[in-house]
């Protein structure tokens, strides 16, 4: 592509949207409707930030002063489902859930455990997003995406890697997501989504605004009574528990009574709320257990 390509609009001092409801602003943000105007942003500003559906994302109170791209434009959220092959190509826009439901109504199963995981199909992909009924690692065939230089590549599932949590796909745009999906029964796949919402609607503080899990959970060191094994990955929600975080507050925002990995925000909060709130609880997992706690939720700072 020439480089010459045009920059899309940009917008100044745009709010950056995410399910905490808290945080700051971009002091740019472009919605390419091309690949090659999200090209074109790349070239001028190779260190630019993606932002995808918000869901897993605190954005500090200062905002941020590179360039915010969304990919929210159509050409960024097609999707394509090959009903014989049970290929799915959709774009790293897409709402994830909206393809899961696509894919359970087509008869197509790999990726309804996702159910509940409000994401972008690039961010899901980029946090290999999952849990205790799967990781979308195990659909994924491919990822395009581009490179800080603007070219296009295509990453094969062996070649990406893919851990708890991480798809160790940093310094790329993801355009696009291939998944292997294979035909299932509509109706049993169907069923499954419902018994998973029921079963998060029951253990998850839904209805407030929450990130989902604030930390990671931890690979013991040690053996912890009544928690586990060294070597175990352990929830840290139940180490937070076990330490005596529900309820723990920093101004309007609190560790969930529902969840102890979920942080809750209210009206007033601040992302600076909830940094010392995620402070506090690593300090008290810390000297309870000594176990240290990183944090799940992608933490965007000012730089500049
Ligand atoms: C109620 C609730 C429940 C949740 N439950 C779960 C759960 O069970 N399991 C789980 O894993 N997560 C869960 N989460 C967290 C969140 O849904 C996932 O991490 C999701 O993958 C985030 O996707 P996103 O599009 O919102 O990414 P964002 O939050 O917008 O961004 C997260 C990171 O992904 C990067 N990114 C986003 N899009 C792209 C792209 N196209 N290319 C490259 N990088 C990109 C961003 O730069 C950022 O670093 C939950 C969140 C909430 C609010």
Request: charged share 25%; net charge negative; aromatic share 4%.
């Amino acid at each position: 592509m020439s480089r010459a390509a045009t920059l899309p609009e940009i917008e100044r001092d745009a709010p950056i949207p995410t399910y905490f409801k808290v945080g700051g602003r971009a002091d740019r943000m472009a919605r390419p409707a091309t690949i090659e105007e999200l090209q074109a942003c790349l070239i001028a500003e190779p260190d630019l930030r993606v932002l995808g559906d918000g869901a897993n994302l605190l954005v500090d109170d200062a905002g941020v002063s590179e360039l915010v791209v969304k990919l929210d434009h159509p050409t960024f959220r097609g999707v394509e489902i090959n009903e014989s092959t049970g290929v799915v190509t959709a774009g790293g826009g897409a709402d994830l859930a909206k393809l899961i439901h696509a894919c359970v109504r087509t008869g197509l199963a790999g990726i309804e455990g996702l159910i509940g995981i409000p994401a972008s199909l690039g961010g899901a992909a980029f946090m290999n997003a999952g849990g205790s009924y799967g990781q979308i690692a195990d659909a994924v065939k491919s990822v395009a995406a581009l490179n800080k230089q603007g070219e296009i590549v295509r990453i094969a599932r062996e070649n990406i890697a893919f851990a708890y949590r991480t798809s160790g796909l940093f310094d790329l745009v993801i355009i696009e997501v291939e998944l292997q999906l294979t035909p299932g029964d509509p109706d049993a796949a169907r069923n499954r989504l419902k018994e998973i919402m029921d079963q998060k609607a029951r253990t998850q503080p839904l209805a407030a605004k929450t990130c989902g899990c604030v930390f990671r959970n931890p690979i013991l060191r040690h053996d912890l009574e009544g928690i586990g094994k060294a070597h175990e990955r352990v929830g840290a929600g139940l180490l937070i528990d076990r330490a005596g975080g529900k309820g723990l507050a920093c101004g309007p925002c609190a560790v969930s009574e529902r969840h102890a990995n979920f942080i809750e925000t209210s009206d007033g909060s601040t992302a600076a709320d909830i940094l010392c709130l995620i402070e506090k609880v690593q300090k008290l997992v810390q000297s309870r257990f000594d176990v240290h706690l990183e944090t799940e939720v992608v933490v965007w700072r000012r730089t500049s």
